[in-house]
């Protein structure tokens, strides 16, 4: 499908945006750990660093970085790993954190939301994806079409990963004990080695 910024292009690639953004994944993992040590009002800043790290990096990876990723396997191959890597480290922070709050504080804080989006496995293959499908390779303004992907994917995105806030925040009147907050602990970690798995498995 090449892009054209008409109505039912525009709907198909929001409504691809809110999919990708909104479905399991090592950010919502986290995003949901902040909700349950900050709640919702605290952990915006958590939201906004995550969609805006996700849409500087389709904006950066639309206006060329993509072609080069491609045209060298290797460095691909390096950030999937090394991505791979940061998660597994992280994982084992949270299941070993003596407080509850280490569940959250590897990235509470809107920058360093924002930056973990470029280790982010599930970040380089939505940006490689959306490329893919719906860029117009053979038209003009590259540029537009950066900017319309990245302020429609962080529109798309914002209520799409809400959700994740939202419900790590309901769980705070569960975890009242050091028991509960360990299995949240285990839990969390659970999901992003699991993600490791999924992201860097060889796919057929």
Known sequence: MQASFTPAGLIAFVTFAA?????????????????????????MTSLLGQVTGMSAMLFVVTLGLGSLLLGHPWILETLKWGGAALLCWMAWGIVTAEHAEGAADAS????????????????????AAADATFLDQHGHGTLDQALIFAVLFMLAALPSCL??????????????????????????????????????????
């Open 108 to 127: 509470t804080g809107f920058l360093s939301m924002a930056a973990f989006q470029w280790a982010n496995p599930k970040g380089w293959l939505i940006t």
């Open 163 to 204: 959700p994740w806030l939202v419900f790590g925040a309901a769980l705070q009147r569960f975890l009242r004990t050091p028991r509960t907050w360990l299995v949240f602990r285990c839990t969390m970690a659970g999901l992003l080695a699991a993600s490791v798995i999924v992201f860097v498995w060889p796919h057929s």
């Open 19 to 43: 999919v990708a953004a909104g479905t399991p994944g090592p950010s919502n993992v986290l995003l949901a750990a902040v909700g349950a040590r900050t709640g919702v009002r605290r952990g």
